[in-house]
């Protein structure tokens, strides 16, 4: 061995590059700030000036402490997650702050401060967790247990979850509630990579003829991974999570089609996907309830319809550029339009004072991150990390265009949180989980050393 | 059309510019991060081929490399060569400034790289091979 020394503490690597892109989230962030103080008090304002503070904060604190910890990972995720933060913040500051009141301690907080609240530790475990995961064997050896630990947490809210909107979906946890099908959501993509790519031999070689040039996978080498999946859409369903039950199923086939690079296998499980959710749709009156109303709102303008009817109208009121931050949202009758608009439809209130523009660039926000992820799969080192770093990536892009469309009337609406945007603790952390195993996954090893001063040269007589 | 009209719009629309802004400055770190690797294939710093071998690991099978990588008998090797003339810590790869380099860590039956016996860090170029007691292992540039 040379005589390196042992790294006692790791030499600290600059990245300017992340450092350029967060001065400009900085400064659109600021931007943003000042246009919804000046609308809203009528002279040159910045709104909320603590909380946009302590988020910049927070976000420069991550970033001094990737640099300190001189692991060289991606540069451009943290940035990008920041600025879609940012303008959730913008949003939670904007909207009333009496839709989310909790008591922590003494104080009482509103929406903002809320928000603000679960940003700040979302990105604390994004640092964290891109810091301290050096290895993915503990992902990747107990796959199964973590399976086994998410059908659990499913179970557990089947038990001693509390009905909201007519969904079992969160757990109360002293003064928090929970929905375990955000961490799921994490889990499955973790056992369908390690699943996934310990029998990629076999999903690309055993095949079963059928007709023609028609060759479709033994069902056998499936089973582990159908089983999963259907335990957990299964549980969804029954807890009418629609939304995490179409978010699994398309990140499930995302990965497979990674993995076994068939096309027939992908379309299949589309025309599976679509009869079961005939099936459900006959069964379900909640399933048919939603698709009267995604067809044809107009049916029921006042009740079912209500939401969708208003999220359309805003979208229609901000037009190309929006009518400007703090100047959309007019209440009727002193209630907001969209009652649920800080969970499940911020992307409206996004489309109503930001425009077609600002929406753009949001989608581009997560198109950002979808690419991001792809590149970290195509530099892994083995295929377990691969579709790691691409199902992370795809749950986040994914579950981004499924409320998107929802939104905006493409797709029936289902109840999943923007991710990053949306006002929910869990949806944050977990967000921030993801996003920090993505950075971790993509690091790119330590610096190479300078070359010896005096190598022997091969075939050369030492003098 | 008043002042105060007028500076919300300008605001307005700054805000909506900064954030192409930042669009166009990720689109172009994206787009050199994309024509570095092209240019650079070496998605992995390297790695070895097998193309001979007495025992395990077995003949074609390829590992990527790590700038430092071990080779040896030992289960916690990178590259595990299980070979009766293999010792357990037999030789290290690593990668300095834009090479590899392969040492031999006092193996009892020594490392040859294109036949030759290695002393000290021997530099060893992408094509070269490296020979453990009956193990031929080949370096080359590593695909993304």
Known sequence: MTGSALPGFPRPVPRWRELGLLAVVAGALLLGGLSLGTTRTGRLALAHPAGLATYLGALAAVHVALVLAGRRVDEVLLPTVGMLGGIGLLLAERLPQDLVVQRVGSATLGLASLQLLWLVLALAIAGLVAIAVRSDRWLRLYKYSWAALGLGLLLLTFVFGREVNGSILTLDLGPVSWQPSELLK???????????????????????????????????????????????????????????????????????????????????????????????ALVFATVRERVATWLDPWADPLGTGYQTIQALHAFARGGLLGTGLGAGLPAVAGQLPIPAVHTDFPLAALGEELGMTGVVAILGCYLVIVSRGLRIAAGAADDVRALLAAGLALVIGVQAVIIAAGNLKLIPLTGITLPFISYGGSSLLVNGLVVGLLLAFSDRGPVPPAAPRRAHRLGRKKA | MDSLTLTVWVIRLAFLAALYLFLALVARALLRDIRAASRDPAGALGRLVVIASANFPTVGSVFLLDAVTTLGRDLGSGVVVDDAFASARHAILTFRGRGWYVEDLASTNGTLVNGDRVTGATPMGFGDELQIGATRLRLERGIA
């Open chain 1, 186 to 280: 994490v889990i499955l993509v973790i056992f369908f990579a390690g699943y996934l790519a310990e029998n990629r031999v076999l999903l690309a070689d055993a095949r079963v003829h059928v007709a023609g040039r028609l060759t479709l996978l033994p069902a056998p080498y499936l089973l582990p991974a159908a089983l999963m999946l259907a335990l957990a859409l299964g549980i969804v369903v029954i807890q009418r999570d629609l939304g995490a039950a179409l978010l699994f199923f398309s990140v499930f086939l995302c990965l497979f089609y990674l993995a076994s690079g068939s096309k027939v296998d992908v379309l299949l499980g589309i025309a599976l996907f679509l009869l079961g959710f005939a099936v459900l």
